[in-house]
């Protein structure tokens, strides 16, 4: 399994050295880190284990001006290497990485008390005992850069250290520490790989830039790869970027994974009072942000957009360490609801997707949301509804239906001529419309929605229709002022609608149909006096026969068309 080590420690207590003598490699590669003599930036190097595992070692600063840059190289890494002055003890930067470290979720490492070479047994004695008491769960070892003496012991005791299997099924994301070009190969960008893998051919987004870019080779510790794993410090090639696109801080991760947010959800853990304005490190970022508190939870709302998932550790700052957090919502709304980050606390699945879930989303969309790992998505799925690729809470669905059913119903009894509503009036234009609306429990006709069973019917209206068809009894032709109750009395087959707002009977429709084809030619006189009606009549009838397909107008004269005939 791919594990990273990280230093920890005072400056001058010999964290380079060691590094040096562990691995044979100098880590203070800046001329300016060589003429003063400490570590400015990050340093990393391979380390071999007595098993045979190869660790990768980032190497961080010990100067209080440095902090910063320590916690961008201790983010990610899987244990410490905590390095104590056998003559000096623990300093302040040594209480405050250690502060740092357990903020970070990093709990196991070794501590290695140097320059054992240089005090007596008894002050010697001291230190290891002040080592043990400053970290009860760790190994504590006696080690000179100088001599060599207690080397060995040390990478056997770090091989010792249990250490949880990172998350395989998780996206790619992999924080970025440092960024540089080679002739030839173009832009560089190395982090620890916190999740996922990546290949040479992978497309990985750039955050917070929203970019996609291929990779076009991966090395770790200066080698070419096929894939890096999880744990490992990689080296990524992206020939596609200028150096100046990439930055420390900036994310590399799986398209479609991992939200990009100014905001977070966190669960405080207070060293000292908090203010309202502190520095936020996530990952390798720093950032401001103002701290919006509801008792142990806090939303941080931040100055730039950061990438997070839930469980991720954050660390506050403003002139010293005074907290840190775990993130329970890498992308919340506005606003705290402790209901909802109690539910994200407890980090049961199912709880979790009922709490996140009410109109329909996608297993995609909840998947990039950062919440939940795969494994935990596909059980706390079971919890919801699902049409389709949707899923939604069955109280979503229960106030939809009952709204457009409401709806239906109330159309239903206002104009029982017509009962149905328009789709596109029901219901909203979105992707999942189609596949929920089979679970509304309504019949759909065309484009229009019903009640289960529901047929047009006359209603208060009976008695007008019944007058209206006594008139066409005795009439040639109605006025007809309500154009619904005609519709319906026209689909049953009782009348036929002409001109704007009239009426005949259908049977002297049907008549003047059959009359059509004897007649020598279809004058507007003709039929007139043939069906013996009168002109306005004859005129509007030849008009609806028209408009029906019947016949065909050319000039003064119609015919019948062909299909008629």
Known sequence: MPLTVGTAGHIDHGKTWLVRALTGKDTDRLPEERSRGISIDLGYAPLELPDGRRMSLVDVPGHERFVRTMIAGATGIDLFLLVLDAQEGARPQTLEHLAVLRLLGVTRGVVAVTKSDAVDEETLELALDEARELVPDAEVVAVSAKTGAGLDELRAALARVP????????????????????????????????SG?????????????????????VQVHDATVEEAEAGQRVAVNLPALERRDLARGDVLVEPGHYPVSYRLDVKLEEL???????TVHVGTKAVRARVARAGPYAQLRLAEQVVAARGDHVVLRTSTTV????????????????????VLERGEPAEIVRALVHAP???RDLQARGVLTPAELAG????????????????????LKNGVRERVAARAASNPLDPG???????????????????LELERRGAKAYLPGATAALGERTQAASELEAQLAQEEIAKVPDKELGAFLEDAGRLRRVGDGFAVST???DRGLDLLPRLDAITLAAFRDALGVGRRTAQLLLERYDSDGLTLRRGDVRVLRTRRT
């Open 421 to 439: 509503v328009p789709l596109a009036e029901l219901l909203p234009n979105e992707p999942w419309t189609p596949h929920v609306l089979n679970l």
């Open 507 to 509: 049977a002297l429709y």
């Open 163 to 194: 250490v949880e299997q990172r998350d395989a099924e998780r996206a790619l994301r992999l924080y970025v520490d440092r960024v540089f070009s080679l002739p030839g190969a173009g832009t560089i960008a190395t982090g620890t790989l916190w």
């Open 361 to 363: 989303v996608t297993g």
């Open 380 to 399: 706390g799925l079971t919890a919801v509804r699902a049409a389709g690729e949707y899923v939604f809470s069955d109280e979503w669905l229960a106030e």
């Open 272 to 278: 000292a009072d908090i203010p309202a304005d502190v």
């Open 197 to 217: 893998t990546v290949a040479a051919g992978d497309l990985v987004r750039v955050e917070p830039s929203g970019r996609v870019v291929r990779v076009r080779s």
């Open 323 to 342: 907290g840190g957090g775990t993130v329970l919502d890498p992308a919340p709304p506005r606003g705290l609801d402790v209901e909802r980050l109690a």
